[in-house]
């Protein structure tokens, strides 16, 4: 079934009068926007099944936007000998990069310089772990065209890619690539919206109370109301929030944070400055260039006990740990007043009882069934999300005896992606005018961006980014987005950065009321 991939309030109200309480059920419920969720949407729906995800808050709300934004290759997991994880993380990340989504996924060089901060043993281990990097690539059947092979660079290589690096003692550096993403939650948009595309229903801020193998206990987060929407099966991929839904289920929340920085402190590097923690061969820093004129810098890996946040704050104690921790690798120290924003996410690690440290649990995703007989799928990596949910499909409809056509996203174009066909039909590939901002956000998609605006002047810059008055319109029309914090968190990533959100969020919500009232008018 062909659709709009467009997502707006006026397709989630319909949708979700459509749905509720009816009783013809539909084939898969899927609870959770995430990245999890939201891909086995696309596979379910794109195997011929009926397809309802509904979310809490709004789309990639909760870990899948706290991410370092990369699309790993699984090079840390050779360390630990961990070879099919690497094996699987490799093959995913060339299916990303060269089919489903080139336009969101592009190579980044990543320097981990030879100088003071590192050892011989830690100089050998990058070296021969990068090696095993190029053999993962090349058993994965990705080009080296689309991830360069890993390569000595020169002390001026090394300071053009990473101008903040140590300089005293630097004989150079051993350059890696993997892939980046433009941003998570972006990604997590695309694949909503591709599935939308094909029929599948996505309805935010539409809470899940109660689970069962052939019904869901639903609220309207807006509204208020309840019903129930009945399914053949259920899967509940609502990440560390998953125990909520499933008591037995057990997860060990592993703390994850980034700070923010403005590029121009670090020089404005192209490469991601990669830098060993003390006595590791496994655990790493990254400085990482950012959309915005900023970089990311991480990442923690700490125990998070307790009541699981809507929105994780971020620790003193992280800030302090990565700062220490990269300054010995810096010509100039970054200091506390430098940070100009921060980001923690919560893993959902499965917890065996094991114990130990978060960063040695397993990052396999477990399917788990309910006494009630629902599904849920727990842990996993963001890169290896299409393998999650073929493998979650295939268990869950081979048990619920479901007939379905098997999976197709190993060869299916997100929105905006070269071969999607819809894109092919619209732009015929021709971007000549379209600001750049907009392309790499939107890759093919971008023009259609631009002919949908109806606001005034749709190419001027929001004040202080590069985001367009456009683009704040589409996310409305487009893309689900209802509040100035589903555009400036999750759509756009301005709110990173305070200061920066402040200075746009009342034309944000003029553009909003816009647009809403414009869509009333044609209902």
Known sequence: MNKSSALNAPRRAAELAELVNSEDPVDVVVIGGGITGTGIALDAVSRGLKTVLIEKHDLAFGTSRWSSKLAHGGLRYLA??????????????????????????????????????????????????FLAGDFLR?????????????????????????????????????????????????????????????????????????????RVNITDEITGETGTIHARAVINASGVWASSLDGDIKIRPARGTHLVFDAAKLGNPRGALTVPLPGSISRYLFILPAPHGRVYLGLTDEDNPGEIPDVPVTPEEDIEFLLENINRALAVPLTREDVIGAFTGLRPLIDSGEGGSTADVSRKHVIIQSPEGAYSVVGGKFTEYRLMA??????????????????????????????????????????TGIPDPIVERFGREARAVVQAATVDRP????????????????????????????????RTRIAMVKSAAEAVSTEVQEIIDAVSANQEERL
Request: hydrophobic share 40%.
């Open 390 to 431: 073929e493998e979650t499909l295939d268990k869950v409809l081979a048990e619920r005896g479901i007939t379905a056509g098997k999976c197709r996203t190993r060869n299916l174009p997100l929105v905006g992606a070269p071969l999607h066909p819809d894109f092919r039909q619209i732009t015929n590939g021709d971007l």
């Open 80 to 129: 630990k000998l961990d070879f099919l994880i690497a094996h699987h993380s490799a093959v995913e990340r060339g299916i990303l990069m060269e089919r489903t989504a080139p336009h969101l996924i592009h190579y980044l060089p990543q320097v981990t310089a030879l100088g003071k901060d590192t050892n011989v043993v830690q100089k050998t281990a990058m070296r021969v772990g």
């Open 138 to 214: 090349i058993t994965a059947g990705t080009s080296a065209d689309t991830l360069p092979r890993s390569h000595y660079a020169s002390k001026a290589k090394t300071i053009e890619l990473c101008p903040a690096v140590q300089r005293d003692g630097l004989l150079g550096s051993w350059v890696n690539y993997d892939g980046q993403m433009v941003d998570d939650a972006r990604i997590v948009t695309a694949i909503a919206r591709t599935a939308a595309g094909m029929g599948a229903s996505i309805l935010t801020r539409v809470a899940a109370e109660e689970i069962f193998a052939d």
């Open 459 to 490: 190419l001027d810059y929001l004040p202080g980014t590069d985001v367009t008055r456009a683009e704040v319109e589409f996310a409305v029309t487009h893309e689900g987005a209802m509040t100035v914090a589903d555009i400036l968190e999750r």
